[in-house]
């Protein structure tokens, strides 16, 4: 028996229309098809048949006239206390989200990032206290897990390398820069520089979770040249290469956004990479599920505007 109530419960959904419940909350609240009609600005012969499909629909009479009001059935007075909750449901699906409304805002957004971006966190912090004084930016290390975090909604937004194929990321191009090599002001390397120059010093490696695993496209390059990198040390962060290149004679081989705000300060000199290799671009990437809510949109802009400052001086080597 519950079973054949539950299939008659699903097909009534299936088949009910939206408009014949409004009619029936009006009918329920008025109890007279004159006022609901005047009210849904209908005519009486309309209300009249709307009540007659909801009857048919819901297998009950919901109104019995009584006078010159209709009396509601049993049935109808249960949908009367719940019917008003669900049509106000409803109406705020439909509408979509609300307006974010940043000056009013006490929000936290969450943004994984390399730590080389570090120099655009300033300029967004300004950015965003300027219009959003209550809200709250945190910086969360780009790990093996950031971009399932950012599918979940958990971050809300993710600086990372262009290219990322991943159906639940949507990404935006935020710069493009050349690949250059540093290494210590006076490098040997440096003084008659070349490939064969490049090779014949050991070089010092990033370990990054979001690059492609497997040969990276500096060592793909250096073999179609016939020659190898030889790697001599490898660290987790970029943070930790400059100052351990301005005391060894290790080179490094990257995107010059990567050095642009330290090479100077530990006094590290560079050279173009001695072979082609394609512009590495950097996107912001937000969730396709969540990423169009418009707080999240908000922040994006803020965090794309930032990142132009990323490409002053960046461009060349």
Avoid at 193 to 199: C, I
Avoid at 249 to 268: H, K, Q, R, W
């Amino acid at each position: 028996m519950e079973q054949g109530s539950a299939l008659m419960n699903e097909i009534q959904l299936r088949q009910i229309d939206l408009n014949l419940l409004v009619v029936l909350d009006t009918l329920l609240r008025e109890g007279s098809v004159t006022r609901t009609a005047r009210q849904l600005h209908l005519t009486p012969s309309a209300v009249s048949h709307a009540l007659k499909r909801l009857r048919e629909t819901f297998g009950d009479e919901l109104l019995i006239r009584d006078g010159r009001r209709m009396r509601p059935t049993v049935r109808a007075e249960g949908l009367a206390e719940t019917l008003p909750r669900v049509l106000r449901q409803l109406e705020r699906v439909l509408a979509g989200p609300s307006p974010f409304r940043p000056d009013a805002s006490s929000r936290t957004f969450r943004l994984a990032a390399p730590d080389f971006v570090a120099p655009l966190v300033p300029h967004l912090l300004e950015d965003v206290g300027r219009v959003a004084p209550g809200v709250r930016v945190e910086l969360v290390p780009r790990s093996e897990g950031a971009i399932r975090h950012l599918t979940e909604g958990r971050y809300d937004a993710l600086i990372a390398p262009s290219g990322i194929e991943n159906e639940g990321l949507r990404g935006e191009v935020i710069g493009s820069w050349p690949w250059a090599v540093y290494g210590r002001r006076g490098h040997p390397a440096f003084d008659d520089w070349s490939l064969g120059a490049w090779a014949r010093f050991p070089h010092l490696q990033i370990r990054t979770t979001l690059l492609q695993k497997g040969r990276g496209p500096i060592g793909r390059k250096a073999a179609e040249h016939g020659v190898r990198r030889v790697v001599g040390a490898v660290v987790p962060h970029f943070s930790m290469a400059a100052p351990i290149l301005a005391q060894t004679d290790l080179l490094l081989t990257v995107p010059s956004v990567v050095m642009t705000s330290v090479s100077f300060v530990y006094g590290l000199d560079c050279r173009e990479a001695p072979f082609e290799l394609p512009l590495q671009g950097l996107s912001v990437y937000r969730s396709a599920a969540v990423g169009d809510e418009p707080g999240v949109r908000w922040f994006l802009q803020r965090v794309s505007a930032a990142a132009g400052r990323l490409s002053s001086g960046a461009g060349t080597v």
